[in-house]
Every structure is written in structure tokens, then in C-alpha cells.
């Protein structure tokens, strides 16, 4: 693969029109891109689950991308294994592969344990395993694809800086990217894979990251932050029907962060569904996150910022959240934008 001998490289830093910056993604998704195993397209779907964790210089960590590329091939592997290179003549699959089926074979996991199962000692040190290993390869070779626009990095130093451009590209069309990464994703696999293990492969990479338990912050938010009525309705909550609700949705952001969580009776959460609600409450939600951030700083993520809030908030109305969900006189209204 062109690249992946790279050690430490910088992005083109020049302006580009929208049109080029198509053609960036264009590029890395062409036949013309080389493909020894499935990891590009495991590592970019890593960058664009990471969106919103970068820091304020839009810098993300290699533990932070590599723990996210270890849970995605989780399933891929151990629920469906998928081979994730062409059989070679040795008969050896990539090394994702043989870190987890090694550590299948050594007692430390068994295949079907989800991966937020995983004891966090031992998840450490599997993800650890496919940092040092899978880093050598593919991320010279994502870089190149991009034509050496995406990211700057440093193996050494371990972690990329997105190009300002790209990462507001990103963040307006990720939902287009994602289905094209998994489309293109599924190409490969469909060539390297028995025709029946390939059955429903969309799905199957569409759900690579599941949803993680929230109890924790449901504690967190009733208990130690006293929050006991719902967010969207008012409604006093009580034990046992507290439900935590993600925002901005969970199928934009995929991740669980406690700036982007609010506790919600059962009947809101439950109509408010795969929504957004109205801006307003992004203002209330700013308010609370403050005041979480005030009483107890270290349970805010360091790279939170209010404006970050607004701005996913905003990028995922333009990636097609566009039912807005509003507590009425009835339960609710729908209004489109």
C-alpha cells in the first residue's frame, strides 16, 4: 500500500474548493486504491465515529482511534467472522484477526462476549496489541489515499491532526461518507469472504458499534447532580422509570458522552426517538452542562466547549436529522425543517 511506510508527515496545507474536497473522498473510495486487508476503511469509519472528541486542535490519539478500531472489527470477527484480508499462502488472516482469535484460544475472551463486556484490564491490553501493530500500515496509507490531505501524523508521537477543511467537510456530509465507507467496505469483504458469511453485510457493518450501557450516567446525572425531573417535559422522575436519553442521537454521534446525555421520562424518550428537539433546549442543555462542569469538572470531557454542542447540533440538521421533536399538550409534535 503507497504510504504505509510513513513515519511522521504534514497535510498539504492549501485552500480547496468543495468540488476538490469531493474529489479528495472520491479518490480514496476509486478501484485505483489499493487494498491488502479491510483496515482503511476500518480506520477511517474510526476518524469519523471521533469527530466530536478531537481536542482544539483537531487532533485525535492513537489509543483513542485504535480502541475505537478494535470495538468495530470486534463483531465483524468474533460474531461473524469475517476474514478481513485474502486467505494467503501461509493461511494467515490479517492481524487484527489473530490478536483476537489468539486471544480466544488463550482463555482471555470467549468469541461471543460483547466487547463492553470485556474486563477493562484485559480490553487495555488487546487494544493495545492492535495500536502497535495496525498503526505501522494504515496510517501512511490513509494519507496517501487522501493525497496527503486528511491528516497530519506522527507514528512516534501517536496521533493524526485533521486538516481544518476536511474536518468540516467531514462533519457536513458524515452520513453520506459512512454509507459510501461501508458500501466500498462491503465490496471488499464480499471478494475476500464465502458468499454465505457475506448475507446482510450492510447491516452488519452498520451496526458495528453498539449502544453501551447507561446506567452509570443515569446515576451520575439523578444522584450526584440531583437532575429529577425530565429534560424535554418537566415531569418530576421517578426511581426505576429514569431513562437516559443521547440528545443529539446516538445513530449521528455514536458515542456516549455526558455533555450530549439527559435523563427523560420513559414517555419522552421513547417519542422523541432517533430526533433532535428544538434549539432551545440546546440552550438549557449548555446550562446544565455548565453547571455540571462548575460542580465537578473532571466529569466533563476535557475537549468539551459549548460551541462544540451547537455546531454537532447543527451538523446533524444538515445530515438529515431533520423531524424536530417537541413535548406538546398530546406527548409531542413533529415539525420538519
Same mark, same amino acid.
Given at each position: 500500500?503507497?504510504?504505509?511506510?510513513?513515519?511522521?508527515?504534514?497535510?498539504?496545507?492549501?485552500?480547496?474548493?468543495?468540488?476538490?474536497?469531493?474529489?479528495?473522498? #472520491?479518490?480514496?473510495?476509486?478501484?485505483?486504491?489499493?487494498?491488502?486487508?479491510?483496515?482503511?476503511?476500518?480506520?477511517?469509519?474510526?476518524?469519523?465515529?471521533?469527530?466530536?472528541?478531537?481536542?482544539?486542535?483537531?487532533?485525535?490519539?492513537?489509543?483513542?482511534?485504535?480502541?475505537?478500531?478494535?470495538?468495530?472489527?470486534?463483531?465483524?470477527?468474533?460474531?461473524?467472522?469475517?476474514?478481513?484480508?485474502?486467505?494467503?499462502?501461509?493461511?494467515?488472516?490479517?492481524?487484527?484477526?489473530?490478536?483476537?482469535?489468539?486471544?480466544?484460544?488463550?482463555?482471555?475472551?470467549?468469541?461471543?462476549?460483547?466487547?463492553?463486556?470485556?474486563?477493562?484490564?484485559?480490553?487495555?491490553?488487546? #487494544?493495545?496489541?492492535?495500536?502497535?501493530?495496525?498503526?505501522?500500515?494504515?496510517?501512511?496509507?490513509?494519507?496517501?489515499?487522501?493525497?496527503?490531505?486528511?491528516?497530519?501524523?506522527?507514528?512516534?508521537?501517536?496521533?493524526?491532526?485533521?486538516?481544518?477543511?476536511?474536518?468540516?467537510?467531514?462533519?457536513?456530509?458524515?452520513?453520506?461518507?459512512?454509507?459510501?465507507?461501508?458500501?466500498?467496505?462491503?465490496?471488499?469483504?464480499?471478494?475476500?469472504?464465502?458468499?454465505?458469511?457475506?448475507?446482510?453485510?450492510?447491516?452488519?457493518?452498520?451496526?458495528?458499534?453498539?449502544?453501551?450501557?447507561?446506567? %452509570?450516567?443515569?446515576?451520575?446525572?439523578?444522584?450526584?447532580?440531583?437532575?429529577?425531573? #425530565?429534560?424535554?417535559?418537566?415531569?418530576?422522575?421517578?426511581? @426505576?422509570?429514569?431513562?437516559?436519553?443521547?440528545?443529539?442521537?446516538?445513530?449521528?454521534?455514536?458515542?456516549?458522552?455526558?455533555?450530549?446525555?439527559?435523563?427523560?421520562?420513559?414517555?419522552?424518550?421513547?417519542?422523541?426517538?432517533?430526533?433532535?428537539?428544538?434549539?432551545?433546549?440546546?440552550?438549557?442543555?449548555?446550562?446544565?452542562?455548565?453547571? %455540571?462542569?462548575?460542580?465537578?469538572?473532571?466529569?466533563?470531557?476535557?475537549?468539551?466547549?459549548?460551541?462544540?454542542?451547537?455546531?454537532?447540533?447543527?451538523?446533524?440538521?444538515?445530515? @438529515?436529522?431533520?423531524?424536530?421533536?417537541?413535548?406538546?399538550?398530546?406527548?409531542?409534535?413533529?415539525?420538519?425543517?
Amino acid at each position: 500500500m503507497a504510504g504505509h511506510n510513513l513515519k511522521e508527515e504534514s497535510y498539504k496545507d492549501k485552500i480547496l474548493t468543495e468540488d476538490e474536497l469531493w474529489s479528495v473522498f #472520491c479518490a480514496m473510495f476509486s478501484s485505483r486504491a489499493r487494498h491488502d486487508t479491510s483496515y482503511k476503511f476500518g480506520f477511517f469509519k474510526s476518524i469519523l465515529d471521533s469527530l466530536y472528541n478531537v481536542d482544539a486542535r483537531l487532533m485525535l490519539t492513537f489509543e483513542q482511534l485504535f480502541d475505537k478500531f478494535t470495538e468495530i472489527y470486534w463483531n465483524l470477527i468474533l460474531k461473524y467472522h469475517l476474514k478481513q484480508k485474502a486467505v494467503t499462502k501461509n493461511g494467515k488472516g490479517s492481524v487484527i484477526e489473530r490478536i483476537l482469535w489468539e486471544a480466544v484460544a488463550r482463555g482471555e475472551i470467549v468469541p461471543d462476549i460483547s466487547f463492553e463486556a470485556v474486563p477493562d484490564e484485559m480490553k487495555r491490553i488487546i #487494544c493495545g496489541k492492535v495500536r502497535m501493530k495496525c498503526k505501522e500500515n494504515v496510517v501512511g496509507a490513509l494519507f496517501r489515499d487522501s493525497g496527503d490531505l486528511m491528516y497530519s501524523f506522527s507514528k512516534k508521537a501517536e496521533y493524526i491532526q485533521l486538516n481544518p477543511q476536511i474536518y468540516t467537510f467531514m462533519t457536513k456530509h458524515k452520513k453520506i461518507l459512512e454509507k459510501l465507507n461501508y458500501f466500498e467496505w462491503a465490496k471488499y469483504l464480499e471478494k475476500v469472504n464465502e458468499d454465505n458469511s457475506t448475507k446482510n453485510l450492510l447491516n452488519h457493518l452498520d451496526t458495528l458499534t453498539l449502544r453501551n450501557d447507561l446506567s %452509570i450516567y443515569r446515576r451520575i446525572l439523578f444522584e450526584e447532580f440531583e437532575e429529577h425531573t #425530565c429534560f424535554y417535559c418537566g415531569r418530576e422522575l421517578q426511581h @426505576g422509570e429514569v431513562h437516559v436519553d443521547h440528545f443529539i442521537p446516538w445513530s449521528f454521534i455514536k458515542d456516549d458522552n455526558l455533555w450530549n446525555l439527559v435523563l427523560s421520562c420513559p414517555q419522552c424518550n421513547l417519542k422523541k426517538s432517533d430526533r433532535l428537539t428544538s434549539d432551545t433546549y440546546v440552550e438549557a442543555l449548555v446550562t446544565r452542562n455548565r453547571n %455540571i462542569a462548575e460542580k465537578q469538572p473532571d466529569r466533563m470531557s476535557p475537549d468539551y466547549r459549548d460551541d462544540k454542542l451547537r455546531m454537532v447540533y447543527y451538523w446533524a440538521k444538515y445530515n @438529515g436529522y431533520n423531524e424536530i421533536w417537541i413535548p406538546g399538550k398530546r406527548g409531542y409534535t413533529i415539525e420538519k425543517i
